[in-house]
Nanobody
Framework: QVQLVESGGGLVQAGGSLRLSCIAS????????VAWYRQAPGKQRELVAA???????NYADSVKGRFTITRDNTKNTVYLQMNSLKPEDTAVYYCNAHIFERLRGRYEFWGQGTQVTVSS
């Protein structure tokens, strides 16, 4: 059973930084496209940053220049470095990955979410 587990969320003051991590575990053959989404109270889930298969990273306009998505394929881990945080960045952040699971094929997986709260 493949699982995605996020960590690194918390409470930070405006202007501060946080680094989110997402580790994929299980019967994994390969981790393909990865992304971070977020959902604020009363709002729809939105894409924050992504590393697609064979493409370049892309970011929501609201986080460009402040957030950086990276991955470590040797550890099946994806990171989201968040700098210059703003109160409007407050949300639950979710890791998303398309993973080729051995003996089953390629599926989309979600983490359980990690809360990020930015105080003004």
């Amino acid at each position: 059973q493949v699982q995605l587990v996020e960590s690194g969320g918390g409470l930070v003051q405006a202007g501060g930084s946080l680094r989110l991590s997402c580790i994929a575990s299980g019967n994994i053959f390969s981790v393909d496209a990865v992304a971070w989404y977020r959902q604020a109270p009363g709002k729809q889930r939105e894409l924050v940053a992504a590393i697609p298969i064979g493409g370049s990273t892309n970011y929501a306009d609201s986080v460009k220049g402040r957030f950086t998505i990276t991955r470590d394929n040797t550890k099946n881990t994806v990171y989201l470095q968040m700098n210059s945080l703003k109160p409007e960045d407050t949300a639950v952040y979710y890791c998303n990955a398309h993973i080729f699971e051995r003996l089953r094929g390629r599926y989309e997986f979600w983490g359980q979410g990690t809360q990020v709260t930015v105080s003004s």
